[in-house]
């Protein structure tokens, strides 16, 4: 099993800036992919940036320019940066774990997932 931890969300106006942290544990060597989802009020969810261990990314269009995933092995943490924030980035955010190398936005969910954080964009 994996255990998927988020911190780093809250309220922020829009234009500014966040951080999302997302830190691992457990069988963590069985993992090959990792990505961030949210959903907002009334949405579906959506897969918005994907990192493999090879590494390569992936980005929904609608985050595309303004979100970076990152990783740091050395503290088992995957990172996603938000610039530019607008109010339609308002959503409960997911950190998600695969056993596959997948770098696609679409297709089943992801194995494992965090408890979600919170991003509130205020216009």
């Known amino acids: 099993q994996v255990q998927l931890v988020e911190s780093g969300g809250g309220l922020v106006q829009a234009g500014g800036s966040l951080r999302l942290s997302c830190a691992a544990s457990g069988s963590i060597f069985s993992i090959n992919a990792m990505g961030w989802y949210r959903q907002a009020p009334g949405k579906q969810r959506e897969l918005v940036a994907t990192?493999?261990?090879?590494?390569?990314?992936n980005y929904a269009d609608s985050v595309k320019g303004r979100f970076t995933i990152s990783r740091d092995n050395a503290k088992n943490t995957v990172y996603l940066q938000m610039n530019s924030l607008k109010p339609e980035d308002t959503a409960v955010y997911y950190c998600?774990?695969?056993?596959?190398?997948?770098?696609?936005?679409?297709?089943?969910?992801?194995?494992?997932w965090g408890q979600g954080t919170q991003v509130t964009v205020s216009s």
């Open positions: 990192l493999t261990t090879r590494p390569s990314t």
């Open positions: 998600a774990a695969d056993r596959l190398r997948r770098t696609g936005l679409t297709g089943r969910p992801y194995d494992f």
